[in-house]
């Protein structure tokens, strides 16, 4: 365990509105607490996740199942939660970080710059040069003007050497703006790493707006499962009158030679799909030592392949197969293999391509001794 995140959630957030405190608000169909546990949980260099909640909310069940987390009971005062949840950290926790459950938006790239700063410091916090101008005030009226320079916008997840903010918290005697404050009190240098815009923290109700469109903008490669398969057969030529290519039955002077209907298209984007799984290839799951698929339709084999993935949670983004020959010509035939495909498939046919090309005369399939296919597909999970 040598990480550790500490996500605070036990204050009440008045200010925001709303029937709960703030980070129990819906935010793009999730509390606001869990987009934030989300983002330390993806992260690689995260070994341990912390959420310090409210007493009360610990009674009414709100905590999460889902990312894992220990649960912590939180205190009267912030920096009381802040202690408990440092308290709570594993055994051999060397680096920590500790951030408010109201910056849901928060970066990897900004997690990872904490962490890569606190191999070279004790502390580290990310934050925003002040560029606005600034005024005093006094009873709305504009007093007199201070100067910027060298002011920065503080923004969490603060970062430190686990033993160092521990003693610190210990020995702090009262109150804190936040844990750099605490820090630097008990002598701990503090570097500054560039924060983001996006990093909001929700203290208001027009904060719930903007937090949507940030992180509906901002929804990284990591919440999605993207996965590419790639597939390739080859078939060759033997006596018959016709070839079925991408489930269709096109003439021909001769057939292709196979243990199943040798469809080698539909072979082609079922062994992609399998791919895309990582579940291995048609004769890992219907092995041609069997002979109940002898002459078998190929569509059983893509239908079990689209069913997998279903089953796997994931939707047929789209599959591309090229068939590789001379003769028969595809063109005449290729919006019925589209047609065909999509229909076992399950998926519009518009997410199915069909195309052919020719070898120049080239190999076998340029000397029309058989012919080849390749096919890539596309599974999304989110």
């Not at 009440?12 to 989300?38: D, F, I, M, N, Y």
């Not at 459950?101 to 710059?113: F, M």
């Amino acid at each position: 365990m040598g990480t550790a995140a500490i996500i605070v959630a036990a204050g009440r957030g008045t200010r925001a509105g709303g029937p709960l405190p703030k980070q129990w608000q819906e935010l793009s169909g999730a509390p606001v607490v869990l987009h934030t546990l989300r983002a330390f949980a993806r992260h690689p260099g995260i070994d341990q996740l912390i959420l310090v909640l409210h007493p009360d909310d610990i009674a009414a069940g709100r905590a999460p199942s889902d990312p894992p987390c220990t649960i912590v009971p939180g205190g009267a005062e912030r920096r009381d939660s802040v202690l408990a949840g440092l308290e709570a950290c594993a055994p051999g926790t060397q680096k920590v970080l500790i951030h408010d459950a109201a910056r849901p938006g928060v970066s990897a790239a900004i997690i990872s710059a904490v962490l890569a700063a606190l191999d070279e410091t004790p502390a580290a916090a990310p934050a925003l040069p002040v560029t606005d101008a600034l005024w005093r005030g006094e009873k709305g009226r504009v007093t007199g003007t201070q100067d910027r320079t060298g002011l920065y916008r503080a923004q969490t997840p603060q970062g430190f050497a686990y033993a160092a903010i521990l003693a610190a918290h210990r020995a702090h005697p009262g109150p804190a703006a936040d844990d750099v404050e605490v820090a630097r009190a008990a002598g701990l240098e503090v570097a500054i790493v560039p924060g983001h815009e996006d990093n909001l923290k929700i203290t208001h109700p027009d904060d719930f707006t903007r937090a949507e469109r940030i992180l509906g903008a901002q929804m990284d490669i990591s919440q999605i499962d993207i996965r590419l398969g790639n597939g390739y057969d080859v078939h060759r030529f033997c006596e018959g009158d016709h070839v079925t290519l991408c489930g269709i039955d096109v003439p021909h002077e001769r057939a292709l030679d196979g243990h199943s209907d040798a469809d080698v298209g539909m072979h082609a984007v079922t062994d992609a799909l399998y791919g895309a799984l990582a579940q291995g290839d048609i004769g890992r799951h219907f092995p041609p030592s069997d002979p109940q698929w002898k002459g078998a339709a190929s569509e059983i084999f893509l239908a079990h392949a689209a069913n997998l993935a279903r089953e796997m949670g994931f939707t047929i983004g789209n599959v591309d197969c090229t068939l590789v020959c001379e003769r028969p010509k595809i063109g005449p035939h290729a919006d019925a293999m589209q047609a065909r495909m999509a229909e076992i498939l399950g998926i519009d046919p518009t997410r199915v391509s069909i195309k052919a090309t020719t070898s120049e005369r080239l190999g076998f399939t340029g000397r029309e001794e058989g012919i080849a296919a390749l096919a890539t597909a596309t599974l999304v999970k989110s």
